[in-house]
Structures are given as structure tokens and as C-alpha cells.
């Protein structure tokens, strides 16, 4: 893989990083916000009115960035070669992967979740445990993003 290819798969990793978390982020504040769940008070205030629907379009962003982190992870794991278990990258590297396997099986349930809500339930409908939902999505991509920067600088 070229030094630009190398550096564009990269961008792109880190960009849909920056998007998932950040829309965690986002999510689970606006969520948590007084009013944020009701019609007319989160309107007013600026932020959204319908909870399902800031669920909705993060659940879409997600999906859309994890798919680009997965194949930029390959491509990041291709242009390092194949790594082992062995020693402490490949030891990290391993725990790394376990846990996105476990926090891309989480996000299944969450983005259920989300749909169903969106669908079953009336407006304003599972405000609390949509911004449980995403402020866990951000805590665990901030060790993913821990483990990250220790396969990438030791």
C-alpha cells in the first residue's frame, strides 16, 4: 500500500471514529437535556422534539461510519502484516478485537432498540433509555479508543 493510501485509510478510520463518538456524544447530551423529549420544549430550546428521531439518524451515521472503520481496520491490519497473539501489540491487538466484536453485537441491541421505540411508542417515548443507551455507546468507544492509542504509540 502506497505512503497515500496508508494515510487515506487512515483519515478515514479516524473520521469515522470521530463521527460515532462524537454522535454518541451528542445523543446521549441532547437526551439528557430538560425537555428534550417533550413536543414543543426541546423545539424551542433548539434541540430535537422527537427522541426516536435523533436516534434514528445517529443509528444511520453509525452504521454507515463502522462500516468504513471496518474496512479501513483491515486495511490497517493488511498494511502492518498479520499480527499474533503473541507478545504485547498482538496481546492488545487481540483485546482490541474482542471488544469491538462485543461493542458491535451491543450496538445491534441498541439500534433494536431504537427502531422499535421509533415504531411501537408514542412521541417523547424511551428518552431515558435512549441517553443510557448512547452514554454507554460513548463509554465503551472511549476504551476502544484507549486500546487504539496504545496499539498505535505503545
Known amino acids: 500500500m502506497s505512503a497515500a493510501t496508508s494515510l487515506l485509510v487512515r483519515f478515514v478510520h479516524i473520521v469515522g471514529m470521530a463521527l460515532v463518538?462524537?454522535?454518541?456524544?451528542?445523543?446521549?447530551?441532547?437526551l439528557r437535556a430538560p425537555g428534550s423529549g417533550t413536543e414543543g420544549a426541546?423545539?424551542?430550546?433548539?434541540?430535537v422534539?422527537?427522541?426516536?428521531?435523533?436516534?434514528?439518524?445517529?443509528?444511520?451515521?453509525?452504521?454507515?461510519?463502522?462500516g468504513a472503520m471496518v474496512v479501513t481496520g483491515v486495511g490497517n491490519l493488511?498494511?502492518?502484516?498479520?499480527p499474533?497473539?503473541?507478545?504485547?501489540?498482538?496481546?492488545?491487538?487481540?483485546?482490541?478485537l474482542l471488544a469491538v466484536t462485543a461493542f458491535v453485537l451491543g450496538s445491534f441491541v441498541r439500534t433494536l432498540v431504537a427502531l422499535r421505540l421509533?415504531?411501537?411508542?408514542?412521541?417523547?417515548?424511551?428518552?431515558?433509555?435512549l441517553a443510557k443507551s448512547y452514554g454507554a455507546t460513548a463509554a465503551a468507544l472511549l476504551v476502544l479508543v484507549a486500546l487504539a492509542e496504545v496499539l498505535a504509540h505503545g
Open 21 to 30: 463518538f462524537g454522535g454518541a456524544v451528542f445523543a446521549w447530551t441532547t
Open 42 to 47: 426541546g423545539d424551542s430550546a433548539g434541540v
Open 78 to 82: 493488511g498494511a502492518l502484516g498479520p
Open 118 to 129: 421509533r415504531r411501537d411508542y408514542p412521541v417523547g417515548a424511551g428518552r431515558s433509555l
Open 49 to 66: 422534539g422527537d427522541p426516536s428521531t435523533l436516534a434514528t439518524t445517529y443509528e444511520w451515521v453509525f452504521w454507515a461510519a463502522m
Open 84 to 96: 499474533g497473539p503473541s507478545g504485547r501489540w498482538g496481546t492488545i491487538l487481540t483485546v482490541k
